[in-house]
């Protein structure tokens, strides 16, 4: 019996290039798979949101000149790219997957409907979810809330480089110490660095809980959803 039988896991574009300042590592890709297969072999269902910054980020580009809008659509159209390679990556460790997108492109991926969603994450497939929202001005942060909400996942998984919710930036305050559990009320009361505030409230308001934790440790993934351990930080009301 497995802690979650439903997830969804946002992984940030950063996470995919790997040393590289750009684009995409195939070896990142693959120790991704091998960390999510003993998930699917369990039988989790898994939904999986992709940014696209290893590509092209929106804001960047609005600040590099781009109009803010159409940088916005590239943007979404880099986490398509990184949800393809995803796929191909996950395919070679069969796990069949199905590409959903807040974008249709056709005959890429269809368009993303939260019924559709549950429907194949019940038949035993990956649902890895790009494009967005398929709105400019929000983040795969935001996404990932509203695909969880939409496909009522028991809980958003997000990975990251570091092992869960600070006080402060541990990359930059060695001193800076780790919550295990934190209330949503008291990351709003402290300002604290965990979604930005539109993703946040969308997971304060639908009691979605979230748990940020280090992707890059391995097996990570299975401790906390198979094994039920406490790693990283969980924010839950």
């Known amino acids: 019996m497995t802690q979650y039988k439903r997830i969804l896991l946002k992984l940030s574009g950063e996470s995919l290039r790997g040393e590289s300042q750009n684009g995409i590592d195939p070896l ?36 590099k000149g781009f109009d803010r809008v ?11 790219i990184n949800g393809m390679a995803m796929q191909s990556v996950f ?3 069969h796990m069949p997957v ?17 019924r559709l969603a549950i429907e194949l994450l019940e038949q035993g497939k990956v649902v890895i979810i790009t494009g967005g929202t398929g709105n400019p001005f929000f983040t795969t942060d935001t996404a990932a809330a509203l695909r969880a909400v939409e496909i009522k996942s028991d809980v958003i ?10 006080c402060d930036d541990p990359e930059k305050n060695p001193e800076a110490s780790k919550f295990d559990t934190v209330s949503f009320d008291e990351v709003y009361r402290k300002k604290l660095k965990v979604m930005d505030m539109t993703a946040f409230t969308i997971c304060y308001e639908n009691n979605m809980p979230i748990i940020v934790f280090n992707m890059g440790k391995k097996n990570n993934l299975s401790k906390i959803v198979i094994e039920g351990k406490n790693v990283g930080t969980i924010v839950k009301n």
């Open 28 to 63: 990142i890709l693959e120790s991704f798979a091998k960390e999510i297969l003993p998930l699917y072999k369990a039988g989790v269902q898994i939904a999986i949101v992709i940014g696209g910054g290893n590509i092209f980020r929106g804001l960047e580009g609005y600040s």
């Open 70 to 80: 159409q940088g916005d659509y590239m943007g979404m159209l880099a986490t398509v």
């Open 91 to 93: 395919e070679q460790q």
């Open 98 to 114: 199905k590409i959903l997108s807040g974008i249709e492109i056709t005959p890429v991926c269809d368009k993303m409907d939260g």
């Open 157 to 166: 998984l997000k990975g990251t480089r570091v092992d869960g919710v600070y």
